[in-house]
């Protein structure tokens, strides 16, 4: 990384503590990452990003600021941009998705919380993410427990505002959410001091719309007989659309496609055709947690799709486009974010819906069921899914597991064993 | 055609050489290091039997400390392994359990011994081997008294599910005098429980083929069978059937 040590100062980051961090960054990356074979030359901005994390992305922040902007945090795909952007603001992803977050979290949390939520509540406190110290508001939701707990504790120390996302999808829930979605342009509104009318409102949902695009995209291209480009890639330019600049990075991913697109023409995969395509469901992957994905291209599989919010659940929903005013732009908002399904709803039939369809339409020989430690929400919701996949006939191996490497063999024993088993 | 598999366990390391005529077996400790205890039972057994490494066809490494075999020509899970050398070994078994030192599994399978569904327990010491010995070793016995001790008894009901909460909990009944016999029982009963509602996510299984060395804990086995309500089937070679698997699927692979 260049040398940013003058805006961490400035950022009242805790910089030795950073360093170690920085430290072991570029060996985790390098090992999992550069090490694949005939990666897609797109991969070459999205690697830019990573081994600058903590300094060009922070920096453009710091400008827009410096120029009266502002910046806010976000931890849940119900979250709408949107709302942000049309502001004026930025909106970037919060999550911790690294061990190295985990014990600052757990000094306020108790010990059976999520991984998620510990790394993201130690980056705060241990002050050592620039993007957490950046971020002028964070914007929390009521999803699942540890969450609305963790926002009362993170309200202490930073502007937080809290949108109540609905548990149920009944009309009168999807009603309740638009009412939230006007709340939260109020909110936004008196905070940047910018008006969101239904012209920039418009114009921000296109500007959304398109990166998601882009996105779907990119995941078709994993349909093909012969995989354009890994499992790991594919995760690593989802996470990097929560913090990117939405224009720029629908710009990176139709680069990378257009040479995704001419692989798959000259019939030039990452894996063989024989590979078994693997589908991953489950609980969030944030950025640095290649973990499972990790474990299973290199036992010999290719990762085809993910349903995550680091997956489908971000991007396969559109705005409707069509709406002219603010109260109808609102509406299609509640809508298009209410079609997303997460296991914080119930019921939520929607989801394994989705995975069904997803397996035929990727052609996934099996399913892996991924669920972070503690996430009573994903692995209650593991038993339906399981159910629903027996009765479908496609396999499925349920993992559970965390952010630390210690369970790194006992996983890839699981993940060879259920690749044995799907014929390898 | 000669084949072997090499199974390096967390606690014991076992090999199994498949000649046309016969299989036999070897069993160490696997020590400090599981690469040279896998290659020093693998090269034991073989000169017992009169033969060279290059008298052999194919091995098949299995176990945890299968990655670290260099003279293996494929590493194969125990999963797979088990299930195989399980079904050669008990006919007409539709689920196999084992109970090894670090870990337990239970394996759905077919006629043939493939896997068709498994789950695996290694994140908690409670419902595996190492559980056994840490009570055993609490209670002042060994672990090959345990069955014994605990024959006819009535079980105590032991709260605690997990492995360190439950050691204190037994140290506290033995303080306050109650009978070894009836600790045990109720120890066998716990962890019977816990392998049941695991296997009981697999479905219902008519025949259950029991493997690992905790198999031969006759207190637990009648424990298993009650709760399951299935027949519990222990095959003498129950320690043996990972490398067992491993050989026959050596021998599957040159076929
Ligand atoms: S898993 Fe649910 S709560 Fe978590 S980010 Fe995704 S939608 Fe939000
Ligand atoms: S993974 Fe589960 S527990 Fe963790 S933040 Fe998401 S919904 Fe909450």
Known sequence: ?424 | MIVAGVDVGSISTKVAVLTPEKITYKMAPTGWSPRETGLATYQGLLQELGHSEDDVDFVVGTGYGRISLPFVSKAITEITCHARGAAHLVNDSTMVIDIGGQDSKIIKIDQKGKVLDFVMNDKCAAGTGRFLQMIAAALGLDVAELSELSRGKTPLTLNSMCAVFAESEVIGLLAAGRDKGEIVAGLHQSIARRIASMAQRMGKAARITFTGGVARNEGLCSCLREVLGAEIIVPAECQLAGALGAALLARDYLS
């Open chain 1, 1 to 424: 990384m260049a040398d940013y040590r003058q805006m961490w100062t400035d950022l009242e980051m805790d910089l030795e503590k950073h360093d170690l961090l920085c430290e072991a960054l570029p060996d985790a990356f390098g090992g999992i990452y550069l090490s694949q074979e005939n990666r897609p030359q797109g991969m070459d901005f999205f690697d830019f990003v990573v081994a600058e994390i903590h300094g060009v992305r922070p920096a453009e922040l710091i400008e827009h600021q410096q120029k009266g902007g502002k910046v806010f945090g976000t931890f849940c795909v119900y979250v709408p941009d949107e709302v942000i952007f049309a502001a004026g603001a930025i909106s970037t992803g919060l999550c911790g998705g690294s061990q190295f977050w985990v014990p600052g979290g757990e000094k306020v949390l108790p010990t059976n919380t999520c991984p998620l939520i510990k790394a993201s509540v130690g980056a705060r406190l241990d002050k050592t993410c620039p993007f957490f110290r950046i971020a002028d508001m964070y914007v929390g939701e009521t999803t699942c427990d540890g969450k609305k707990k963790a926002w009362e504790i993170l309200a202490s120390d930073v502007p937080m505002h809290i949108i109540d996302i609905p548990q149920m999808k009944r009309a009168k829930d999807i009603d309740g959410f638009a009412e939230e979605i006007k709340e939260f342009i109020k909110v936004v509104e008196d905070f940047t001091g910018n008006k969101v009318t239904a012209q920039v409102l418009g114009e921000s949902i296109k500007l959304i719309n398109n990166k998601r695009k882009a996105l779907q995209r990119l995941y078709a291209t994993r349909k093909a007989a012969l995989v354009p480009i890994s499992g790991k890639d594919a995760l690593l330019v989802t996470q990097i659309a929560f913090y990117d600049d939405p224009t720029r990075n629908a710009q990176m991913v139709n680069k990378l496609c257009d040479e995704l697109e001419e692989r798959i023409a000259r019939k030039d995969g990452v894996f063989p055709e024989n590979a078994k395509r693997i589908l991953i469901t489950g609980t969030p992957m944030a950025i640095p947690n290649w973990k499972l994905h990790h474990i299973v291209e290199t036992a010999g599989a290719v990762v085809v799709v993910e349903e995550l919010c680091t997956g489908t659940r971000y991007f396969e929903n559109l705005v409707d486009e069509s709406a002219t005013t603010l109260d109808a732009q609102v509406r299609a908002l509640a809508e298009r974010y209410m079609k997303t399904n997460c296991a914080c709803f119930t019921p939520n039939p929607g989801r394994i819906d989705d995975i069904i369809r997803l397996v035929r339409d990727y052609k996934a020989d099996g399913v892996i069921d991924y669920n972070l430690q503690f996430c009573g929400l994903y692995s209650t919701e593991s038993y339906l899914i399981k159910q629903a996949l027996d009765a479908q006939g496609i396999p499925l191996l349920h993992i559970e597991t965390d952010y630390s490497e210690q369970d790194f063999e006992q996983l890839r024993t699981r993940v060879e064993a259920f690749l044995e088993m799907l014929g390898k």
